[in-house]
């Protein structure tokens, strides 16, 4: 019988922040793709664009006038998910099958930059530190608001991840209850802490920087990498150095030392297929209950969609959805592939 | 303060076979759209098409010629995800961090019909028939094979779904684990049926038949419902009366209406939009441990993309991906949508 080589047999690999499992197919990349393929816009955008509702100065769908904003800009989505107002609940539905309740919360609309055409990776250090300040402000302002328990940061980029308009912005939904995904990593970091007095995400660390394979990315205090238990093919995580639970507790040079990597990150993606690289990302840090959380260390996910190229991505279906995440190419094979890409935009390349 | 109405202010619903919950926000399909739209094709498909390699009589990829087969036909994945060699493991894997498992698994595809150009709903009901026999010769058969405890039957359905052959087929991923989804939906099943004695979903049906709401069909066997919790828009679940584990427990009477449940389904989600209209679906039944399972009862999802039309689909993404699921519409408009609409194939009606 031979050994099991985790480069090329199917297996799988555990979750720690999810308690979850993964299934990974490494020899599954060599399979012909004849599937659907997405469209890529290869449109230059414009610096300021009359029709987007975002631009500085442009009207949005409920008449408000944007103002002349030069940094970000934040405002209340005008179609939100969640709402302020506080309803009167009927414990009786609370039947066993028709378990509901009322939900209270704000969802935010953040623009990265007044520029039309920019994205994260094209915008500079120093305005991806003003987004950083910006995140910092709503989180500690939405936080300190009494039924708010936690506060979701996160970018939707790209029109295959779902976002209508190419405007760089992120959004924010803050509410009472811990979502599904928050409250299962709350468990898993608390019961670590518990056992280790230390940080999952610590120790974490420690072990992916003794081995080195999964690392993309490092600076002072925060190193960017896949995690062993990734599930999209370029899936990274940003973790800082220092245990913190908080984006208030980060210091100055630490600020501009985050800004640093989501840059660098970025622009590695792009670089990847030499196109604007789509994903969603969002950040996880402690839920705003007045509780302390030793527990929490501040960490950012990305998670894209493409595998193959510019257009062709992962679908997450059929087995996926009714077993588990499975993926077809190992994170150490992705981490090499984004290790040694460029650090220069594409598009900033003198050939 | 005004009373909560569950038909329009934001809340969240318990999904108790996950043990998760659902963020629903009804007032929120209002908001305009101007994401991406999906591409959808209105070619006409031939009877038979010499360029598919799942027709009857052509050739696969690894140069085998399909049998001219006459209802469906199974074969081995030729790019599979599990491989059924046996490897020898290295105990010392099991860091914390870097927790690993071999897996041993075989993969199947399922053509439904010799047909290229029929999906479920355009073939007869003695044909789905006879695909549902051959799901209960595969799940028996691969069963009983010693190192698998699951046999994952589903379908993905339409190019949106990643399907990459519209040659009407399904697939079958059986290995030695449970996959997290059926893990979890496991331990709600039993922690129901040790409470109570009875089946969670046979409590289930009788309340849900009871309200009426969330119905779609039923016949003498089933029903077909879209769950109080359900994620995706026109999500629907189809559960067996009685209640048992395994697709080979069904009677014939069963098998019949079996078939006609899940053609009537896939008519009515045709005729929503008026396309072939995409989905991933599948089946949870009981695990082949060679256990006895009389917590389990056998029901089948559909988890269909679209939303408000057959090109504008539901994204999950950032905040459903780092947070939790959530929906704009709630799954009481969508039943009755369903419910509404003809039980004759678009492309069937006389006008
Ligand atoms: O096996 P297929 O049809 O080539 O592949 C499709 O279904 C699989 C199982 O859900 C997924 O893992 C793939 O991402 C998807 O493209
Ligand atoms: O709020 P947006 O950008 O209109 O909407 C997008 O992000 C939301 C949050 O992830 C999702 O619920 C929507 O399905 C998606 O289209």
């Known amino acids: 019988m031979k050994n099991f080589d985790i480069n090329t047999d199917p297996h799988r690999r555990f979750n720690p922040l999810l308690n ?55 405002f209340e989505n005008d179609f939100a998910a969640l709402k302020q107002e506080e309803v009167m609940y009927e414990e009786e539905i609370k039947h066993t099958f ?31 530190e003003g987004v950083i300040k910006t995140w910092q402000k709503e989180y500690k302002e939405l936080g300190s608001i009494k039924y708010i328990n936690h506060v979701q940061i996160f970018e939707n980029k790209g029109s295959v991840m779902g ?4 405007h760089p912005h992120g959004q924010i939904w803050a509410q009472s209850s811990l979502p599904n995904q928050v409250q299962k990593t709350q468990n898993c970091l608390k019961a670590y802490y518990e056992k280790n007095g230390t940080t999952l995400l610590a120790d ?22 896949i995690p062993f238990w990734a599930t999209w093919p370029y899936e ?91 993926r077809d190419i190992t994170p150490e094979t992705c981490a090499e592939v984004l290790r040694e890409l460029s650090d220069i935009h594409y598009k900033d390349r003198v050939e």
């Not at 997405?38 to 664009?49: F, R, Y």
């Not at 028709?98 to 007044?114: D, T």
């Not at 660390?205 to 999964?214: C, D, M, T, V, W």
């Open 20 to 74: 979850e499992w993964v299934l990974v197919s490494p020899h599954r990349a060599q399979r012909p793709w004849q599937g659907q393929n997405e469209s890529i816009s290869t449109e230059v955008l414009p610096k300021h664009d009359e029709n987007c509702y975002l631009c500085p100065g442009n009207v949005r769908a409920n008449g408000t006038h944007n103002p002349k904003y030069e940094g970000s800009y934040v």
């Open 98 to 128: 028709f378990k509901a309740e009322p939900e209270r919360g704000i969802s935010k609309v953040i623009c990265f930059s007044p520029r039309h055409d920019l994205t994260l990776p094209e915008m500079s250090v120093e305005a991806i």
């Open 163 to 166: 976002c209508s308009n190419p």
């Open 204 to 225: 974490y660390l420690k072990a992916e920087s003794k081995n080195g394979q999964r690392i993309v990315l490092e600076n002072d205090h925060f190193v960017a990498l």
């Open 236 to 326: 990274t995580m940003i973790i800082s150095k220092r245990s913190f639970g908080r984006i208030t507790d980060l210091t100055d040079e630490e600020t501009k030392a985050y800004a640093k990597i989501l840059k660098q990150l970025t622009i590695k993606y792009d670089n990847l297929f030499n196109t604007s690289f789509p994903y969603s990302s969002g950040i996880h840090q402690a839920p705003t209950d007045n509780m302390e959380h030793p527990e929490w260390h501040f960490h950012m996910h990305f998670y894209p969609p493409l595998l193959r190229s510019a257009t062709v991505k992962k679908f997450m279906v059929g087995y996926e959805m009714l077993g588990e995440s499975q």
